[in-house]
């Protein structure tokens, strides 16, 4: 958790916290992925989603859902922080090797494509003046719509939902 002081009068304590970090990758093959669920399942939390075409494993610890594709791509989501991400690819990394789909010396990489935190401001937020302050150009509030501020900085590559609590996604 990080934690952020204000300097201001009030000091208000405001904290950040990593709640969810999403990887892809591949493993450079095609995957029958029916018969794949059928040997790994007696050891392992494993469905095939015939609506999303995919196998999805579940990991417990740490906590993860893997979905794969017949393509040999796959999604891991669900890690709390990137050591644990490492962890589900050594699990899938063991799987995968011992069930020769992938050779030993085939490293398994999974890039990180989104970190989700959470974070509170401590205090409730007037939206219509967050909105004012930020820019319209670079935030949407419609609240009939949603009830939460969308603001997505210039020059970086992510948004941040802010709810007049003052919680927020970023």
């Known amino acids: 958790i990080i934690r952020v002081t204000s300097a201001k009068k009030h000091h208000i304590t ?12 591949t493993i450079g093959r095609e995957l029958e992925l029916r018969a794949f669920c059928d040997d790994i399942s007696p050891d392992i939390d494993a469905t095939y989603n015939t609506r999303m075409n995919a196998l999805v494993i579940k990991f417990d610890s740490p906590s ?5 594709y017949t393509s040999g791509n796959l999604i891991v989501a669900g890690c709390e922080n990137p050591p644990s991400l490492d962890r589900v690819q050594e699990h899938l990394q063991e799987i995968l090797s011992s069930r020769e789909i992938i050779s030993d010396e085939f490293e398994l990489g999974l890039d990180i494509n989104n970190m989700v935190y959470t974070a509170d401001l401590g205090r ?3 939206q219509n003046k967050l909105v004012s302050k930020l820019g319209y150009e670079c935030t949407q509030y419609e609240p009939e719509q949603n009830s939460f501020v969308v603001y997505r900085p210039s020059g970086h590559s992510c948004s941040v939902t802010i709810s007049s609590s003052g919680k927020s996604v970023i």
């Open 14 to 25: 405001r904290s950040m916290e990593l709640v969810n970090v999403v990887a892809s990758g």
């Open 64 to 68: 993860a859902t893997v979905m794969m």
């Open 124 to 126: 409730s937020v007037d």
